[in-house]
């Protein structure tokens, strides 16, 4: 095989490359973009789904569905005279026992 | 043959194989240089779209940071009747899914051309469910939608959204701050069917919503609401409202109105005249002006005086001689008038101003009044006696409170204030709403003796009913008759009933107006008003863990007298 032929041969290899990896890059690409647009959707659905879950968290501390719960476990509004709140001392330390640090 | 020859023939059939492919090298040159642009541009249109999105609202939040309206994504379904395979079985399963009775749903398919709306507002879950049914024809465009997590807690002042838009309360007019961004993206769509998505990118993101937190307190507006829908029902009244408001900073703590109306602002649209909660006002002014001090007294003409030919001015209770503590204590409107003209109409109208009546609070709610003050000049000996015990004039709910907490914080009229701040999504502050004084009205020396004297109307007076064991309370009970807006008269089967007052007394962090618009089982404030106060008073003492400030052994004594104003 003379030199000019094997010239000729791989020019005509390596624009066959060329192409290939060109058309390759261009098939990833697509695929790639349908892989992204799935992912897409599916945070959508994800950050969708975990504000639906936020809005039971909210609405199941709405004050008027934590009263509803209260009356039916028969509590009531405490009326102030019946409270004693206690003056925290100066000299009251606290606990430094393993179930104080946990909590 | 010749070599020659073959060399020929074979250079004739390939010039004859490649003379196909001149014009189509031609053809393709002409489509890619020539008419490139007109065709990149007609294939862009088939596969590229540009599609605009509305983004969620912002937030808004209790000044606690708990959530109050949020904007989520919501679902309407909808049937494209031509593309249905199966209109029957379809029907049948879809009215299944959303709990939709099938015949209705079969009787909106037949009167429907070709978009048949099925239901809105679906949420994730049903959504899903539709959407695994993978039905042709059946459409599903997601949209936010505003929702509020605690209920109906606040949405007299939230108001209404519609389209994406605020229409009433502090949606619309924070509508600018709160407006979800228009993001743009270009679409590229493959050619199957379905036309799935192979790439887009952002054009433009908008402008980024941002937060809004109120003043207000949820557990506050809560109880308010609570208390004033009971008492409202309870006496048969037209309107209620309780105004909760801090009065060292001018936040409002709780805005609730009975019948609930998200498309007005009662407390700062509705005007009425204060009647006897106004007292205050005039005797904060005639102590201030030294036109009236603790020891005078004031004859109250057992119970009417007749102030000309035609005026004659009355008391609920005929009274004797009262001291100045009395007259605010045992409510007399003779008395009242007789500090109001001592005090003379100039002071009296300076302090009225003075005190923010006749003026906007400058919360901005569009429908905002800004009460009724007729001119300094048409004010007559008349019009100053009967403005003395809050008649002849008119006033906001917010005017009014606002009043009282300029008494209860030692004479300084605050900036009322209903946003706190504005916040990003992420939390970082972008508007603070720094607390603003607008003017000194009285003294503190003066504003003591106001206090102690507000103090003595709840242990002693007409708003025993206000009264909590243990605790220091000051205010004052109102009455006053409606005016027939068509006569200009006033009629004397309606009134409105109110209680205005504060607490803890000496340093109040709480100042609550109560009004009952036209009761009907009871008619005074004292009656009517003063225990709602005293409910809404109770609560908020519990939930704030305030402490008595009196022993155990004082807290039960509460004095008896008429509560008949």
Redesign the interface.
């Known amino acids: 095989m003379t030199k000019t032929r094997a010239l000729k041969y791989a020019t005509l290899l390596s624009t066959g490359a060329v192409f290939f990896v060109f058309a390759w890059g261009n098939v990833q690409a ?1 695929r790639l ?2 892989n ?2 799935e992912l ?1 959707k599916e945070i959508k ?1 994800l950050e ?2 975990n ?2 879950l936020k ?1 039971e968290i ?2 199941s ?4 569905r934590l ?1 509803a719960e209260a009356v039916k476990l028969g509590l009531v ?5 019946t ?3 206690l003056e925290e001392k100066a000299t009251d330390k606290p606990a430094k026992g393993w179930l104080a640090r946990l909590f | 043959m010749t070599a020659k020859t073959v060399r020929t023939r074979i250079q004739a059939c390939l010039f004859l194989a490649a003379l196909p492919a001149v014009p189509i090298a031609l053809r393709l040159f002409y489509l890619q240089t020539i008419r490139h642009e007109n065709l990149s541009e007609t294939a862009s249109k088939e596969f590229n779209r540009t599609v605009s999105e509305v983004g969620p609202r912002g937030r808004i939040f209790d000044a606690a940071g ?2 109050l309206a ?1 904007s ?2 919501t679902w309407d379904c909808a049937l494209l009747k031509k593309e249905l395979r199966d209109p029957a079985r379809d029907i049948e399963t879809l009215s299944s899914v959303l709990n939709l009775p099938g015949k209705e749903l079969q009787a909106r398919y037949r009167k429907g051309r070709n978009f048949v709306p099925v239901k809105k507002t679906l ?3 049903t959504a899903e469910k539709v959407k695994a049914l993978k039905l042709a024809g059946v459409r599903l465009d997601a949209r936010q939608n505003r ?1 509020y ?5 606040a949405r007299n002042i939230l108001g209404l959204v519609g389209n994406g838009r605020g229409l009433t309360g502090v949606e619309l007019l924070y509508d600018k701050v709160l407006s979800g961004n228009v993001s743009r993206r270009e679409i ?1 769509r ?1 050619g199957s069917k379905d036309g ?5 990118s952002k054009m433009d993101d908008g402008r980024t919503p941002l937060d809004l937190h109120l003043t207000i307190d ?2 506050i507006q ?1 109880f308010a609401q ?1 208390v004033i829908k009971k008492y409202a029902q309870k006496n048969r009244s037209d309107l209620a409202m309780a105004l909760v408001q801090d009065p060292e900073t001018g936040r409002i703590l709780a805005l609730a109105t009975y019948p609930e109306d998200p498309v007005k602002i009662e407390p700062v649209e509705w005007v009425y005249e204060p009647g006897s909660t106004f007292k205050a006002v005039t005797l904060a002014a005639a102590l201030e002006k030294g036109t009236a001090g603790v020891t005078d007294s004031f004859f109250c003409e057992k119970g009417a005086w007749a102030l000309n030919s035609r005026v004659t001015l009355h008391d609920h209770e005929p009274e004797g001689t009262l001291s100045l503590s009395g007259v605010i204590e045992r409510s007399s409107n003779i008395g009242a008038a007789k500090i109001g003209l001592k005090l003379g109409v100039e002071n009296f109208y300076l302090y009225v101003k003075s005190f923010g009546f006749g003026t906007k609070t400058g919360l901005g709610f569009p429908g905002e009044s800004s009460g009724i003050l007729r001119p300094i000049g048409k004010y007559r000996a008349v019009d100053l006696a009967v403005g003395s015990y809050g008649h002849g004039l008119a006033a906001t709910p917010i005017q009014v409170l606002n009043a009282y907490s300029a008494v209860a914080n030692g004479g300084r009229l605050m900036e009322t204030r209903l946003v706190d701040k504005i916040t990003t999504v992420e939390g970082k502050p972008v508007f603070a709403n720094e607390l603003s004084v607008v003017r000194r009205v009285i003294s503190a020396g003066t504003d003591g003796i106001v206090k102690e004297i507000l103090k003595n109307a709840v242990e002693r007076g007409t708003g025993k009913n206000a009264a ?4 220091a309370i000051a205010g004052k009970t109102g009455t006053s008759k409606k005016i027939d807006p068509g006569t200009g008269k006033y009629i004397t089967d309606k009134n409105v009933a109110s209680f205005c007052g504060f607490f803890p007394a000496d340093r109040p962090r709480y100042a609550i107006l109560v009004i009952l618009d036209n009761p009907k089982v009871l008619h005074y404030g004292g009656e009517t008003a003063a225990p709602a106060f005293q409910e809404i008073a ?2 908020i ?2 939930l704030k ?4 400030e009196k022993s ?1 052994l004082e ?2 004594t509460v004095a008896s007298g008429p509560v008949t104003d």
């Not at chain 2, 799935?196 to 887009?200: A, H, L």
Request: no cysteine; aromatic share 10%.
């Open positions: 697509t973009g349908y992204i647009e897409r659905v969708t789904g504000k639906y809005k909210q609405l501390m709405s004050p008027e009263q509004y405490p009326e102030p005279d409270i004693v709140l | 708990s959530l949020e989520i994504v949420d994730q879950a929702y997590p605690s209920g109906n807690l590229i493959d799935k998505i192979i790439f887009q949820k557990n809560f609570e909590v064991p243990g605790y109770k609560k003492i519990t863990g305030l402490k008595p155990l807290r039960k």
